[in-house]
């Protein structure tokens, strides 16, 4: 079982900068590719950034175009989104996500299995 907190969201000025963290519980968090998923109402929900459980590779979705970047802290069970540059666009509710242990880097919300409860982010212009 892996349970998921999200932390960090609020309310910040185009332009400004927010860490959002995601603390996991349960074994072996370190086996796990971890997700970054944002929805905005109205809007289906999409994957901004994952990164894997080994390789430190990352994935992006195309239209941050670098503004939002993914770590880990394997000792820490803690995932990070640093989001930068925000644009009013980027206001959503946004979630961490763990994948099946030992898997692949995904930006496929079906390839992951743990959610957490979301965070608001908001940007105002």
């Known amino acids: 079982q892996v349970q998921l907190v999200e932390s960090g969201g609020g309310l910040v000025q185009a332009g400004g900068s927010l860490r959002l963290s995601c603390a996991a519980s349960?074994?072996?968090?370190?086996?796990?590719?971890m997700g970054w998923f944002r929805q905005a109402p109205g809007n289906e929900r999409e994957c901004v950034a994952a990164?894997?459980?080994?390789?430190?590779?990352?994935l992006y979705l195309d239209s941050l175009k670098g503004r939002f970047t993914i770590s880990r802290d394997n000792a820490k069970n803690t995932v990070y989104l640093d989001l930068n540059s925000l644009k009013p666009e980027d206001t959503a509710v946004y979630y961490c996500?763990?994948?099946?242990?030992?898997?692949?880097?995904?930006?496929?919300?079906?390839?992951?299995?743990?959610w957490g409860q979301g965070t608001q982010v908001t940007v105002s212009s």
């Open positions: 990164i894997s459980w080994s390789s430190g590779r990352t």
């Open positions: 996500a763990a994948g099946r242990a030992y898997s692949g880097t995904s930006l496929a919300a079906d390839t992951y299995a743990y």
């Open positions: 349960g074994r072996t968090f370190s086996v796990y590719p």
